[in-house]
């Protein structure tokens, strides 16, 4: 079938140690629905890399030389929609940033937690099969979030609370902060819904205006702002 539907996941992977950049690229790229279509070895030639190849996924190592995984996330989504070239495999998404999937050894690693509070999408273990490394890819191309709940509470429980003032200033309504409850503990926009017997667009504008009043760059970051800020605790079941 022809069709924006059915072109391939274009991704650029980035990791300073050649190995494993080199391992990745070659068993994703034996993954359907997945061309990967360069690599970068550090922070600095990500973001070069993402302007020439204009990729709709980067698989981003935190701990990188020159310029980390953090802050080559907050250049990437702080440039403008459709910036550099036109995208060297034809993607349909490619005038659009790219989403960012951080990549890490450690569960708790305090870079992640801060790569999502930047505006990465969702984070993956490198020793998860390649096969489940490949879906998130796919899931966060197709504009949904990576979350896990316990292993998010446990790496925002060890970080100052940064936005603990984010929630006050947002004044979301009662609906906007269970809405938001929910998106914490994984919920789907069509699962919460159906947890809060609701539309399908009605939970889409109510997660519309908490990523609006919080400032949030996607639904992972307005997470983080939650777990952050209080309003869930490491006790909140999810």
């Given at each position: 079938m022809s069709?924006?539907?059915?072109?391939?996941?274009?991704?650029?992977?980035a990791d300073?140690?050649?190995v494993t950049r080199s391992g990745l690229r070659t068993l994703l790229a034996a993954q359907p629905g997945i061309a990967v279509v360069g690599e970068a070895a550090d922070g600095v030639e990500v973001v070069e890399q993402a302007r020439l190849l204009r990729p709709?996924?980067?698989?981003?190592?935190?701990?990188?030389?020159?310029?980390?995984?953090?802050e080559a996330t907050r250049h990437l989504l702080a440039e403008p929609a459709g910036s550099g070239a036109a995208g060297a495999a034809g993607s349909s998404r490619a005038s659009d940033p790219p989403k960012v999937v951080v990549i890490t050894t450690f569960e708790n690693d305090d870079?992640?937690?801060?790569?999502l509070g930047a505006g990465a999408s969702g984070f993956v273990l490198k020793r998860l099969p390649v096969r489940q490394i490949a879906e998130a890819v796919r899931i966060v191309a197709a504009g949904e979030a990576i979350l896990f709940p316990a292993t998010l509470r446990r790496m925002v429980a060890a970080r100052p609370r940064d936005s603990a003032d984010a929630l006050p200033r947002a004044a979301l309504t009662g609906r906007e902060e269970e809405v938001l409850r929910l998106m914490a503990t994984g919920l789907s926009n069509p699962e919460i819904a159906q947890t809060l017997t609701v539309s399908l667009e009605t939970v889409k504008t109510h997660v519309g205006n908490v990523l609006t009043k919080l400032g949030a760059q996607n639904r992972t970051h307005a997470v983080v702002i939650a777990y952050e800020s209080g309003l869930v605790v490491p006790g909140f079941a999810g």
């Amino acid at each position: 079938m022809s069709g924006a539907s059915a072109a391939p996941v274009t991704l650029l992977i980035a990791d300073d140690d050649e190995v494993t950049r080199s391992g990745l690229r070659t068993l994703l790229a034996a993954q359907p629905g997945i061309a990967v279509v360069g690599e970068a070895a550090d922070g600095v030639e990500v973001v070069e890399q993402a302007r020439l190849l204009r990729p709709d996924v980067i698989l981003m190592d935190v701990r990188m030389p020159r310029r980390n995984g953090i802050e080559a996330t907050r250049h990437l989504l702080a440039e403008p929609a459709g910036s550099g070239a036109a995208g060297a495999a034809g993607s349909s998404r490619a005038s659009d940033p790219p989403k960012v999937v951080v990549i890490t050894t450690f569960e708790n690693d305090d870079y992640v937690t801060a790569a999502l509070g930047a505006g990465a999408s969702g984070f993956v273990l490198k020793r998860l099969p390649v096969r489940q490394i490949a879906e998130a890819v796919r899931i966060v191309a197709a504009g949904e979030a990576i979350l896990f709940p316990a292993t998010l509470r446990r790496m925002v429980a060890a970080r100052p609370r940064d936005s603990a003032d984010a929630l006050p200033r947002a004044a979301l309504t009662g609906r906007e902060e269970e809405v938001l409850r929910l998106m914490a503990t994984g919920l789907s926009n069509p699962e919460i819904a159906q947890t809060l017997t609701v539309s399908l667009e009605t939970v889409k504008t109510h997660v519309g205006n908490v990523l609006t009043k919080l400032g949030a760059q996607n639904r992972t970051h307005a997470v983080v702002i939650a777990y952050e800020s209080g309003l869930v605790v490491p006790g909140f079941a999810g």
